[in-house]
């Protein structure tokens, strides 16, 4: 089993920047991967950044060039720089292992 937790989210305004903290808990060993991915009210969860063991990453396209994404061992972090209104969601961790396992969420909400 992997666990999960995030940190960070919050309100902000257009523009600014924020970071968000993931911390992987249990079996860490068994991750390939991790990554964020988020869901806006009433949209699918989606995609946003990944960064796997060898330290290659990928970002979805609405995110390029303003989010990255970073790793210490067993912690995940995301630098969202530039935030839009439209970057408002829940953004959960995401661990690839023997399985998916998932975080909690936590929100980010980005007033105009």
């Known amino acids: 089993q992997v666990q999960l937790v995030e940190s960070g989210g919050g309100l902000v305004q257009a523009g600014d920047s924020q970071r968000l903290a993931c911390i992987a808990g249990g079996m860490t060993w068994r991750i390939n991967a991790m990554g964020w991915y988020r869901q806006a009210p009433g949209k699918q969860r989606e995609f946003v950044a990944r960064i796997n063991n060898d330290g290659s990453t990928m970002y979805a396209d609405s995110v390029k060039g303003r989010f990255t994404i970073t790793r210490n061992n067993a912690e995940l972090f995301l630098y969202m720089h530039h935030l839009k209104v439209e970057d408002t969601a829940v953004y959960y961790c995401?661990?690839?292992?023997?399985?998916?396992?998932w975080g909690q969420g936590t929100q980010v909400t980005v007033s105009a």
């Open positions: 995401h661990a690839a292992a023997n399985r998916d396992y």
